[in-house]
Structures are given as structure tokens and as C-alpha cells.
């Protein structure tokens, strides 16, 4: 059984692939994911533009976690200086190779630089997850709990912030999302995936006739004589109900008094 492959949404522009190409970069782009995860493309992009303050001699093509975040400072404090700024969040997922991350990171890139705005930029933050991609496999081939969470919390991630309470944050915000989203499906298709049978409630409701077909039979002489029938038997069950006063009762009031 072949599945639907990762959302084109992970391709760039047109406009941009032209662009990254005039510039005769180092190596080829195969994987926008993996290959500006390093942060050496993205400092040799700028290093078109601004050469004295990115000199790509200063830069590691390694792809280790300590090669990368040692680029991205760089990259930071070149930025500062040119009084440039790119988003934090953006940076952080391009890092961990977050789903979308690279892509909104090229271009924001190609904003600043070429003062040409593309559809997307500033349109509403994505959240970086894989939720998009689980939507379009088939039910059954979806993400459990366990595995949502290792698909969406790198291990890139505990590496640059092995802080125990913020990672189980992370790891509580994801299971809330994959939990929510279970529940979702649950209601639009409970008889599907999670084989929930209705209850005698909703057995009943769909056994109910409508307003209109009600009204038709209470409207015939067989029912009114039904139903009066059924009201005269209620009212001698009720008259034929009798209450009796305790025995204690006197003995009560004579302890009281």
C-alpha cells in the first residue's frame, strides 16, 4: 500500500528556485530541510549582498547540532549589525528541520534582500508540526500518541535544551494537539476507526416519529380513544396510591414536646 507523500507545501516558489539559482551557490539544493539547517547557505546567500560582513571562509558546512548553532550566532550578530532581524521561531525550526520551517526561513531571506514580497510571509505562523501531512494519509496509517510526539519533538531539540520541565512542556502541548484532533475524528466518524456503537439515547432518538406524523395520530379517533384510555389507567394507579403515617411519628412528637 503506498501512502500520499509530504504536502508540495515543503517546494519553494518559483520565483525563488530562479533566484537561489542566479546566485551560483556552493552545492545544489536536493532537501530546502536539511540543507539550510546548517545555516552555510544562508550565509553565503548573504554574503552576495554583504560580503565584508558574512565572509563564507568564517562558516562550518558541518551538519553537527554545535556547527549549527555556532553559524546561526554568527549569522545573528551579522544581522544585528546591519540592523537586519529574522525571526526567532523560523530560526529555531529551520535548526531542527521542523516541517515548513526552511521554506518560510528562504523566504523571509528573499524579502529582505530583494524588497519583494511573496504570497505567505506574512500570512498567519505555522505551528511547525506534521499535522498537515497526517491529514492527508489514511486513517488507519496515522500517527499514535507516542509516535506524534517523536515525529514533532527533535532530538536536536532536548540536545540544544536538555531542560527536563520545558521538554515535557513540549511534549504535553503535542499530546494535547494529537488528543484534540483524536477526538475530532471521533465525533465526525464514530462508527469508523474507533467502532463507538451508539447508545440506547441515541438508538431511541432515531426510533422517535416526526412532530408532524405525532400530531396525525393523537389527531385520529383510535388514538384519542387510546390515549384517554391510557389517561383514565394512570389516574386510578395514581388514586390508588396511599401513604401511611409512620408509627414513630407520635412518639416523636411526644419526646419533643
Known amino acids: 500500500m503506498s501512502y500520499a507523500q509530504c504536502p508540495k507545501k515543503a517546494g519553494l516558489p518559483r520565483e525563488i528556485v530562479k533566484w537561489l ?37 568564517s562558516y562550518d558546512k558541518g551538519t553537527s547540532l554545535s556547527a549549527k548553532q555556532k ?12 540592523n537586519l532581524h529574522l525571526r526567532k521561531e523560523v530560526v529555531d525550526g529551520t535548526i531542527h528541520c521542523k516541517p515548513g520551517a526552511a521554506e518560510l526561513l528562504v ?28 491529514e492527508l494519509l489514511p486513517t488507519l496509517a496515522r500517527s499514535t500518541a507516542s509516535k506524534a510526539i ?9 540536545m540544544a535544551k536538555p531542560d527536563i520541565s520545558t521538554n515535557q512542556r513540549k511534549a504535553e502541548v503535542i499530546l494535547h494537539r494529537h488528543l484534540e484532533h483524536r477526538a475530532a475524528e471521533r465525533a465526525l466518524n464514530p462508527a469508523g476507526r474507533f467502532k463507538v456503537k451508539p447508545n440506547l439515547c441515541q438508538l431511541a432518538a432515531k426510533r422517535l416519529l416526526p412532530s408532524s ?17 391510557l389517561c383514565s389507567s ?11 403515617e409512620k408509627k414513630g411519628a407520635s412518639a416523636c412528637q411526644t419526646l419533643t414536646g
Open 150 to 158: 517523536k515525529n514533532n519533538l527533535r532530538i536536536t531539540e532536548i
Open 71 to 82: 553559524n546561526w550566532s554568527q549569522i545573528e550578530r551579522s544581522l544585528q549589525k546591519l
Open 107 to 134: 523566504k523571509e531571506v528573499y524579502t529582505i534582500l530583494t524588497n519583494r514580497s511573496i504570497w505567505g510571509v506574512e500570512g498567519p505562523e505555522s505551528d511547525f508540526t506534521d499535522q498537515e501531512y497526517q
Open 213 to 229: 406524523q405525532c400530531d396525525e395520530c393523537f389527531d385520529s379517533p383510535s388514538s384519542r380513544a387510546t390515549t384517554s384510555k
Open 21 to 57: 539559482q542566479s546566485l551560483e551557490l556552493s552545492f545544489y539544493l536536493k532537501n530546502v530541510r536539511r540543507d539550510f539547517s546548517s545555516g552555510y547557505l544562508v550565509a553565503e546567500i548573504f554574503s552576495r549582498y554583504y560580503p565584508q560582513d558574512f565572509p563564507e571562509h
Open 234 to 244: 394512570s389516574t386510578r394507579s395514581r388514586a390508588a396510591v396511599s401513604f401511611k
